[in-house]
Protein backbone atom coordinates (compact mmCIF):
# COMPACT_ATOMS: atom_id res chain seq x y z
CA UNK A 1 0.00 0.00 0.00
CA UNK A 2 1.34 3.17 -0.83
CA UNK A 3 0.20 6.44 1.77
CA UNK A 4 -0.17 9.48 0.47
CA UNK A 5 1.30 11.83 3.34
CA UNK A 6 -1.51 14.40 2.64
CA UNK A 7 -4.93 11.81 3.05
CA UNK A 8 -2.83 10.63 6.59
CA UNK A 9 -5.20 11.80 9.90
CA UNK A 10 -2.79 10.26 12.46
CA UNK A 11 0.35 8.13 12.81
CA UNK A 12 0.75 6.34 15.99
CA UNK A 13 -1.99 8.51 17.65
CA UNK A 14 -1.69 7.01 21.35
CA UNK A 15 -5.24 6.23 23.01
CA UNK A 16 -4.16 7.64 26.18
CA UNK A 17 -3.54 11.08 24.35
CA UNK A 18 -7.43 10.62 22.13
CA UNK A 19 -8.88 13.64 20.21
CA UNK A 20 -8.99 15.06 17.23
CA UNK A 21 -5.96 14.02 14.45
CA UNK A 22 -4.71 16.32 12.17
CA UNK A 23 -7.25 18.09 9.81
CA UNK A 24 -7.30 17.04 6.29
CA UNK A 25 -8.04 20.08 3.50
CA UNK A 26 -9.75 18.17 0.40
CA UNK A 27 -9.99 21.99 -1.41
CA UNK A 28 -13.47 20.81 -2.23
CA UNK A 29 -15.55 18.49 -0.96
CA UNK A 30 -18.24 16.15 -2.97
CA UNK A 31 -20.04 12.78 -3.29
CA UNK A 32 -17.19 11.72 -5.87
CA UNK A 33 -14.75 11.10 -3.30
CA UNK A 34 -17.22 7.98 -2.40
CA UNK A 35 -15.79 6.46 -5.28
CA UNK A 36 -12.20 6.56 -5.05
CA UNK A 37 -11.12 6.36 -1.04
CA UNK A 38 -11.73 4.93 1.82
CA UNK A 39 -10.92 5.52 5.31
CA UNK A 40 -8.72 2.93 6.94
CA UNK A 41 -7.89 2.34 10.55
CA UNK A 42 -5.44 0.22 11.91
CA UNK A 43 -3.92 -0.23 15.25
CA UNK A 44 -0.24 0.36 15.34
CA UNK A 45 0.41 -0.78 19.01
CA UNK A 46 -2.25 -2.80 21.12
CA UNK A 47 -4.22 -1.46 23.48
CA UNK A 48 -3.87 -1.62 27.02
CA UNK A 49 -6.09 -0.21 30.01
CA UNK A 50 -9.45 1.42 29.56
CA UNK A 51 -12.42 -0.28 28.21
CA UNK A 52 -13.62 0.68 24.84
CA UNK A 53 -12.54 3.46 22.29
CA UNK A 54 -15.13 4.79 19.43
CA UNK A 55 -13.49 6.50 16.26
CA UNK A 56 -15.55 9.25 14.46
CA UNK A 57 -15.23 10.49 11.07
CA UNK A 58 -16.16 14.27 10.92
CA UNK A 59 -16.77 16.82 7.96
CA UNK A 60 -17.12 20.61 8.34
CA UNK A 61 -16.26 23.35 5.67
CA UNK A 62 -14.97 25.41 9.06
CA UNK A 63 -11.24 23.79 9.51
CA UNK A 64 -12.26 24.74 13.12
CA UNK A 65 -15.06 22.17 12.91
CA UNK A 66 -17.29 24.55 14.75
CA UNK A 67 -20.23 22.58 13.43
CA UNK A 68 -18.91 19.65 13.00
CA UNK A 69 -21.05 16.45 10.78
CA UNK A 70 -19.97 12.49 11.77
CA UNK A 71 -19.60 10.98 8.48
CA UNK A 72 -18.74 7.74 9.95
CA UNK A 73 -18.87 6.15 13.64
CA UNK A 74 -16.74 2.65 14.36
CA UNK A 75 -19.08 2.12 17.59
CA UNK A 76 -17.55 1.06 20.53
CA UNK A 77 -14.31 -0.62 19.65
CA UNK A 78 -13.28 -3.11 22.72
CA UNK A 79 -9.72 -3.15 24.12
CA UNK A 80 -9.38 -6.15 23.53
CA UNK A 81 -9.83 -6.15 19.81
CA UNK A 82 -7.17 -3.56 19.33
CA UNK A 83 -4.54 -5.81 18.60
CA UNK A 84 -1.22 -4.62 17.21
CA UNK A 85 -1.93 -4.86 13.00
CA UNK A 86 -5.34 -5.14 13.42
CA UNK A 87 -7.22 -3.33 10.55
CA UNK A 88 -9.94 -2.19 12.63
CA UNK A 89 -11.75 -0.68 9.82
CA UNK A 90 -11.94 0.18 5.98
CA UNK A 91 -14.85 1.99 5.16
CA UNK A 92 -15.97 3.98 2.00
CA UNK A 93 -15.82 8.06 2.23
CA UNK A 94 -19.36 8.71 3.00
CA UNK A 95 -21.57 11.21 0.51
CA UNK A 96 -22.05 14.77 2.27
CA UNK A 97 -18.18 15.63 2.48
CA UNK A 98 -17.13 19.17 2.71
CA UNK A 99 -13.77 20.56 2.20
CA UNK A 100 -11.70 19.64 5.89
CA UNK A 101 -12.43 16.31 7.38
CA UNK A 102 -10.57 15.01 10.53
CA UNK A 103 -10.96 11.41 12.79
CA UNK A 104 -11.67 12.09 16.24
CA UNK A 105 -10.69 9.48 18.86
CA UNK A 106 -12.98 9.02 22.16
CA UNK A 107 -11.60 7.06 24.29
CA UNK A 108 -13.79 4.79 27.67
CA UNK A 109 -11.04 4.34 30.36
CA UNK A 110 -7.71 4.94 31.22
CA UNK A 111 -5.40 3.94 28.33
CA UNK A 112 -1.55 2.71 28.99
CA UNK A 113 -1.14 1.93 25.68
CA UNK A 114 -1.87 1.70 21.99
CA UNK A 115 -1.95 3.54 19.03
CA UNK A 116 -4.10 4.12 15.81
CA UNK A 117 -3.18 4.95 12.28
CA UNK A 118 -5.68 6.69 10.04
CA UNK A 119 -6.02 7.40 6.74
CA UNK A 120 -7.35 7.63 3.06
CA UNK A 121 -6.43 5.37 0.59
CA UNK A 122 -7.65 4.30 -2.85
CA UNK A 123 -8.70 0.73 -3.20
CA UNK A 124 -8.52 -1.73 0.40
CA UNK A 125 -5.60 -3.20 0.67
CA UNK A 126 -5.71 -7.19 1.60
CA UNK A 127 -3.07 -9.63 2.05
CA UNK A 128 -3.10 -13.78 1.96
CA UNK A 129 -4.36 -13.41 5.63
CA UNK A 130 -7.49 -11.71 4.92
CA UNK A 131 -8.60 -14.65 2.33
CA UNK A 132 -10.98 -16.93 4.16
CA UNK A 133 -9.49 -20.25 4.39
CA UNK A 134 -12.54 -22.58 2.95
CA UNK A 135 -12.78 -21.09 -0.12
CA UNK A 136 -9.36 -22.28 -0.83
CA UNK A 137 -9.07 -25.74 -2.26
CA UNK A 138 -6.58 -28.30 -3.61
CA UNK A 139 -7.07 -28.14 -7.54
CA UNK A 140 -5.23 -31.59 -7.55
CA UNK A 141 -6.95 -33.40 -4.68
Known amino acids: MILD ?3 IFCEGLAL ?3 GASDVLDLTEGGDALGNELLIVCQCSEKAAGGTSFVVDIETD ?3 AFSAAKTLFSSGDILTADAEAG ?3 FAVRVPRGTERYMRAN ?3 SGT ?3 GKLDIFLVVGDTHSWEDID ?3 LTD ?3
Do not use: C, E, M, R
Open 139 to 141: KDG
Open 5 to 7: SNL
Open 61 to 63: DDS
Open 111 to 113: FTG
Open 86 to 88: AKL
Open 105 to 107: VTA
Open 16 to 18: STA
Open 133 to 135: PTV
